[in-house]
């Protein structure tokens, strides 16, 4: 029985290393094949702040609603977000249109802020070892017709990575290699 035992001990610490929902209050780390990182991180209610940094060595500020929908980007340069360059993406009217992401459905937010979003079925996305249910999202926004993102949602963490970003001229993809709680 005690040898039994060790190994479900292992399992369970490794399994319990995974970030869930209740992690989203310290925040959510997942990194980006080419060294980018995202830090996830809930700001209240349905709205999560996402901050991002690139290679390049620039970063920004991102507001998503459900997880999945941006209101609001804004760089940050030297560790200081610029106010001055917050660009907002409809009213919190026309934001809160929008619904909560479910598999094998498309749905609609007629705003002029608004667009269209399709949704695949769920399968498993695993990053770093780390199993989730998950679905692709296509959006289309309703200003930018020629504009594709697609994601995956992860309706666990509510919250979703994007995983395509496309438009007629170029396509750039992004693959999650590792995530991780934060521990502050």
């Known amino acids: 029985m005690l040898r039994l035992a060790l190994p479900l001990c292992l399992i369970a610490s490794f399994a319990s290393a995974c970030p869930t929902a209740s992690d989203l209050t310290k925040g959510i780390m997942v990194t980006l094949s080419d060294g980018g990182t995202e830090l996830h991180k809930r700001a209240g209610g349905d709205r999560i702040t996402v901050f991002a940094t690139f290679p390049d060595g620039d970063a920004s500020m991102l507001e998503i609603y459900r997880g ?39 749905w609609e937010n007629a705003t002029s802020s608004g667009g269209v979003a399709s949704a695949g079925a769920s399968t498993t996305t695993t990053i770093s070892g780390c199993d ?52 502050k």
């Open 68 to 106: 999945l929908y941006l209101v609001a980007s804004m760089p940050v340069k030297n560790g200081l977000p610029v106010v001055s360059e917050l660009e907002r993406f409809g009213s919190e009217a026309e934001i809160v249109q929008w619904p909560k992401p479910r598999p094998n459905a498309a």
């Open 132 to 183: 989730y249910v998950s679905f692709p999202v296509q959006l289309t926004y309703a200003d930018d017709p020629d504009y594709t993102e697609t994601y995956t949602y992860l309706p666990d963490l509510g919250t979703s990575l994007l995983i395509e970003a496309r438009d007629p001229q170029r396509t750039d993809r992004y693959e999650y290699v590792s995530i991780k709680a934060a521990r």
